[in-house]
């Protein structure tokens, strides 16, 4: 079973920030947070990643609580082309080098002109 | 840089036919994985490869289904005697192999059995 939790679905304007959460509340010390994004009919597209600090890239800004027990995907202008569905991963414990990782349902959002 | 590429990007095939899906990972990635999503469904861990050695086949049904990742080419995905149950997307991604360093996906192959 996947080790997140997100809403189901989403509304954002198109412009405005979209802000997705996810709730991880078994996550172990040394687990990373993954974000990826499937648009339909593609394959996903990995966002961006961290453990502990807030990480921002070309893409969209990371920010984990300090307990580390949820986090919240940033997209800081949202474009009619994020609508997708984004999914929030915690690493499989004890999977060594086995990058295997488990995935819930998403959130799906959808950005609106 | 090319991303991970998949091929056959649709198949068709018949009940009891074999359905073999390739894929060629990134650039300098000898790590491969392969994961089936059904319709309104999240994705499946189904396996994971290095060159030439299946590292965890924990999410492959037991019959009919192989995979394979040979020292030269692409990984195969091998499902033998299809049956509809079969129909679904599947999508290989790869990595480097460093820790925590995240998988890229390619587009996937849309299996449909008639």
């Known amino acids: 079973d996947a080790k997140t939790t997100q809403p189901t679905s989403m509304d954002c304007a198109e412009g405005r920030a979209a802000n997705l959460p996810c709730n991880h509340s078994t996550i172990s010390g040394n687990e990373y947070v993954y974000w990826y994004r499937q648009i339909h009919s593609q394959g996903p597209q990995y966002i961006i990643h961290?453990?502990?600090?807030?990480e921002t890239n070309e893409m969209a800004s990371l920010i984990i609580t300090e307990d580390r027990k949820s986090s919240t995907l940033i997209l800081p202008h949202a474009t009619l082309r994020d609508t997708a569905v984004y999914y929030c991963i915690v690493r499989e414990p004890n999977a060594g080098n086995n990058r295997k990782l488990i995935w819930g349902l998403g959130t799906s959002l959808a950005v609106n002109p | 840089n090319a991303g991970v590429m998949q091929n056959p990007r649709h198949l068709v095939r018949r009940r009891g036919q074999e359905a073999r899906l390739r894929c060629s990972p990134m650039k300098g990635h000898s790590h491969v994985y392969w994961y089936r999503q059904l319709p309104e469904e999240g994705l499946k861990f189904m396996v994971y490869?290095?060159?030439?050695?299946?590292?965890?086949e924990s999410g492959m049904p037991k019959e009919r289904f192989s995979a394979e990742f040979p020292k030269e080419g692409p990984s195969i995905l091998r499902i033998q005697q299809v049956v509809r149950g079969d129909s679904a997307a599947y999508f290989c991604?790869?990595?480097?192999?460093?820790?925590?360093?995240?998988?890229?996906f390619g587009n996937g192959t849309r299996l449909t059995v008639t």
């Open positions: 961290g453990l502990k600090n807030n």
């Open positions: 490869l290095q060159k030439e050695n299946i590292i965890d």
């Open positions: 991604a790869s990595s480097p192999g460093q820790y925590n360093s995240p998988l890229h």
